[in-house]
């Protein structure tokens, strides 16, 4: 079945660098690739999404790129901000494409 | 519109007990996952319901069942609880566009099992 690796574990950044995590995944047929945001006490929520079908995604601060060649795909935060600390999840669907199958996280702390 | 909604927000129970959670999905969605949170191991996928029926299964041991109705609410069981089950139970919904879309979590049922 599908497995998602995810590094860092941990990434810790000062406020206004950049941070990048990575993910890789097993299974080709995949074709959706969520990321999560976590923050303490609090339900994921999708932060941005992106299909096979298209190799880079932005949305403000935030990007996601794909390479369906190499089973990976990366979450991109730019100008980070103390409220970018979190735990953020990527993800991809199984085969059978009902569910996700999810990285084991990264922390990542921003301080000021 | 309202969220997902799970129910209750905490538990504890004793080893040997069994337990069951519910999850009210967001209205019109038809599809309902559950997944177990545990420190250091992510997000590990139970199963999906569409329709009543459970298309999808993870690899969980058999004590973990589940169900849902035709309003799409769905309920998980666990049964003779061990302590190793204690863990964030979250429930998502998704609606009808399809397996590649946004699933939308609810706020989970935190499990004690003492």
């Known amino acids: 079945g599908e497995n998602v690796e995810q590094h860092p574990s941990t990434l810790s950044v000062q406020e206004g660098d950049s941070a990048v995590i990575k993910c890789t995944y097993s299974d080709s047929a995949s074709n959706y690739f969520p990321w999560y945001k976590q923050e303490l006490g609090k339900r994921p929520q999708l932060i941005i999404d992106i299909r096979s079908n298209v190799g880079e995604k932005k949305d403000q601060r935030i990007a996601v790129t794909l390479n369906k060649t190499a089973k990976h795909f990366s979450l991109h935060i730019t100008e980070t901000q103390p409220e970018d600390s979190a735990v953020y999840f990527c993800?991809?669907?199984?085969?059978?494409?009902?569910?996700?199958?999810f990285g084991k996280g990264t922390t990542l702390s921003v301080s000021s | 519109k309202a969220g997902v909604t799970q129910t209750p927000r905490y538990l504890i129970k004793t080893r040997g007990q069994q337990v069951t959670l519910s999850c009210s999905p967001i209205s019109g969605h038809r599809s309902v996952s559950w997944y177990q949170q545990t420190p250091g191991q992510g997000l590990q996928f139970l199963f999906e319901y569409f329709s009543e029926t459970q298309r999808n299964k993870g690899n969980f041991p058999g004590r973990f069942s589940g169900r849902q109705f035709s309003n799409s609410r769905s309920e998980m069981n666990v049964s003779t609880l061990e302590l190793g089950d204690s863990a964030l139970y979250l429930c998502?919904?998704?609606?009808?566009?399809?397996?590649?879309?946004?699933?939308?979590f609810g706020q989970g049922t935190r499990l004690t099992v003492v």
């Open positions: 993800a991809a669907n199984d085969q059978a494409g009902t569910a996700l199958i």
């Open positions: 998502a919904s998704r609606g009808t566009g399809g397996s590649n879309t946004e699933a939308f």
